[in-house]
């Protein structure tokens, strides 16, 4: 979307206006984004127009136990690092124009990133129903267990790397 930029967080970012239309989206940037910053523990990169913050994606290092992905060409260890998307969000009047894409594209670029340290398989989310059509454009595969309202999906970082690099 024109003019609308993708940085990490800082501290003088306004969230307090903020909607999303999920409660706990938006109460998670308001009160615990900048704590995650903070900590070193998870990075929020943020969508800006206008000066004001219209989206953000949270990501974090996780583990995922072998046998959920083909691990094929990995150490054999029971468990496998990769990035963890936790949160995204697009404000409700400013959804389907491109912003999600921008903010899914700026996280996808820190997984080879996160590969060169202390490793990274892919990038692993759990999609609501409602959404999986646009991270599987994206080429995340679904994966079990799915129940009512969350479905698993990831990426292998191969495919993350392959995407990145397409003109």
């Known amino acids: 979307m024109e003019g609308v930029s993708v940085r990490r967080l800082q501290q003088g970012d306004d969230v307090a206006e903020f ?11 308001r009160e615990y984004a900048r704590e995650g910053e903070a900590g070193r523990y998870s990075s929020t990169f943020v969508a800006i127009k206008d000066e004001k913050v219209v989206g953000f994606a949270t990501v974090t290092a996780d583990m995922l136990f072998r046998g959920r992905v083909n691990t094929d060409g990995f150490a054999p260890h029971q468990s496998l690092p990769i990035m963890l ?13 491109g912003i999600g894409s921008e903010l ?10 996160m590969a060169e340290m202390p490793g990274c398989l892919g990038l692993f989310l759990d999609s ?3 959404s999986m059509v646009f991270y599987e454009k994206l080429g995340f595969v679904p994966m079990e267990p ?3 309202e969350y479905r698993p999906m990831f990426m292998e970082r191969g495919a993350i790397e392959g995407l990145l690099e397409a003109p």
């Open 19 to 29: 909607s999303c239309d999920v409660p706990e989206l938006e109460a998670y940037l």
């Open 85 to 97: 998307l936790t949160h995204i969000a697009v404000e409700t009047r400013l959804q389907k124009q």
């Open 104 to 113: 899914m594209a700026t996280v996808l670029q820190q997984v080879p990133h």
């Open 128 to 130: 609501r129903q409602q």
């Open 146 to 148: 799915k129940d009512a």
